[in-house]
């Protein structure tokens, strides 16, 4: 199985900040991972897929970079609805094996 | 829009089946290239793929729960379910639908329902 880390497990940051959260897959997964937002008492929420594809809707402020075993998300300034947890998973394009991260929640510094 | 919208038993006794519901509308569970599954959280905890069924009615399941689960589509109600046998406290939580496109992430997923395994 892949397993999938994540970190830091928590972060906190103000607004306006740049935020960069890390993802690593215990084997290579190409460029298969998608990001999510979730809030509480919420249903994620997807951000980003294929890596670095932002997902329609979703602002331009998040990006995604990285490929093999080690991804970033990126928050280029932190806004107020941006304080939430965030998830990344892993997939294979022709063998739906999908693992999650653990998340890292973001709170006001 | 496509929406998902789960419905089953907010309780359930232990060594008894989970059984869920997710009705689709906006769109049809038979188009092409689109996988329709389920995603478990419990309280507080990780999020866990329980398995999916692809357009084409094949099922792929996790392997820690395929013993457990069987996951079913019904085309003629745009409808597809969730059966999680021999359940136990430790398969309490919030369960999500979820759709995925061959190449993308999960989404829409439903709002989410709790279901708690209780005597």
């Known amino acids: 199985d892949i397993q999938m880390t994540q970190s830091p497990s928590t972060l906190s940051a103000s607004v306006g900040d740049r935020v960069i959260i890390t993802c690593r897959a215990s084997q290579s997964i190409n460029s298969w991972l998608a990001w999510y937002q979730q809030k509480p008492g919420k249903a994620p929420n997807l951000l980003i897929y294929?890596?670095?594809s932002l997902e329609t809707g979703v602002p331009s402020r998040f990006s995604g970079s990285g490929s093999g075993t080690e991804f970033t998300l990126t928050i280029s300034s932190l806004q107020p609805d941006d304080f939430a947890t965030y998830y990344c998973?892993?997939?294979?394009?022709?063998?739906?094996?999908?693992?999650f991260g653990p998340g890292t929640k973001v709170d006001i510094k | 829009q496509l929406q998902l919208q789960e419905s089953g038993p907010g309780l359930v006794k232990p060594s008894e089946t989970l059984s869920l519901t997710c009705t689709v509308s906006g769109g049809s569970i038979s188009s092409s290239g689109y996988y329709w599954g389920w995603i478990r959280q419990p309280p507080g905890k990780d999020l866990e793929w329980i398995g999916s069924v692809f357009y084409s009615g094949t099922t792929y399941y996790n392997p820690s729960l395929k013993s457990r689960v069987t996951i079913f589509a019904d085309t003629s109600k745009n409808q597809f379910s969730l059966r999680l046998t021999s359940v136990t406290a430790a398969d309490t939580a919030v369960y999500y639908c979820?759709?995925?496109?061959?190449?993308?992430?999960?989404?829409?997923w439903g709002q989410g329902t709790l279901v708690t395994v209780s005597s």
């Open positions: 294929k890596a670095s």
């Open positions: 979820v759709r995925r496109p061959v190449g993308g992430g999960f989404d829409p």
């Open positions: 998973q892993q997939y294979n394009s022709y063998s739906p094996g999908f693992t």
